[in-house]
């Protein structure tokens, strides 16, 4: 790596083989790359220490099918807030026993109890400050233990460079909070999610068929609307990112 990459960018994991990444090669190789082959270069680059991180959300499955096509298994990372919804629950077993997924579940150390006995309906104040540690509680503070005690060096997500303003400014590679984050589906469109399930006959979620283009928790998502869609009916239209792809 030269001395002109950024200082942070040197102090990101290194490899199975122990060599330090050059970013910008790295991404120019990636756009070369179907997102099944970018999963399988996430595997290869950094074998265990390479994770996927799901919601188990709308179009989740996608990713999850992919990776199961892979030769090696790749243990897959949930974030379970506790307020999930009923039919995403039922979902996950379904995937998990569909593509034989091993999932490692990272909740808060805090139950929702606690959590609200101590700081109240954090989603119901209309305060971003309250989402933002709302958030920080259930989602971020639990996928950072969970990369810490399973010493993930790389994770991959299912965003995609439409869903928001933020994701619309993110590379198929990028460093958030000191690791890799590999964005296989980045340049994919809702049409390309939709046939792709088609395709492979992979079941949709159960709120699919219900208006959802997105859902996380219960308490901050909706389906789309005349006025509203994607990732503007979450969070009651205060925010459209929860954190874990903020550096």
């Given at each position: 790596m030269s001395t002109s990459k950024n200082i942070q960018q040197k102090q990101l994991p290194l490899t199975s083989r122990g060599e330090s990444l050059d970013l910008e090669v790295t991404r120019d190789y990636l756009?070369?790359?179907?997102?099944?082959e970018r999963?399988?270069?996430g595997l290869r680059t950094f074998e265990d220490k390479f994770t996927l991180t799901t919601s188990f959300g709308i179009q989740s499955a996608v990713s999850l099918h992919m990776l199961s096509q892979l030769q090696e298994k790749v243990q897959v990372i949930w974030i379970d807030t506790g307020y999930l919804p009923l039919e995403t629950y039922q979902y996950a077993e379904t995937l998990c026993e569909l593509f034989s997924v091993s999932v490692w579940i990272a909740q808060s150390s805090i139950s929702p109890g606690r959590m609200e006995a101590l700081y109240g309906r954090l989603w119901e104040t209309g305060s971003i400050e309250d989402l933002e540690k709302y958030h920080q509680i259930r989602?971020?503070?639990?996928?950072?233990?969970a990369f810490e005690m399973n010493s993930v060096s790389c994770w991959a997500s299912g965003v995609r460079g439409n869903q928001t303003d933020?994701?619309?400014?993110?590379?198929?590679?990028?460093?958030?909070r000191?690791?890799?984050?590999?964005?296989?589906?980045?340049?994919?469109?809702?049409?390309d999610i939709f046939y792709y399930m088609k395709e492979y006959n992979i079941p949709q979620h159960p709120l699919f068929d219900k208006g959802y283009s997105t859902v996380g928790d219960w308490h901050?998502?909706?389906?789309?609307?005349?006025?509203i869609s994607g990732r503007s009916?979450?969070?009651?239209?205060?925010k459209q990112e929860c954190g874990i792809h903020i550096t």
């Open positions: 756009t070369t790359l179907t997102p099944q999963l399988n270069w989602k971020v503070e639990p996928l950072e233990n933020h994701r619309s400014s993110m590379s198929a590679l990028d460093s958030i000191g690791r890799w984050s590999l964005r296989p589906l980045l340049n994919w469109t809702k049409k901050s998502s909706a389906p789309d609307g005349q006025e009916t979450r969070f009651g239209g205060l």
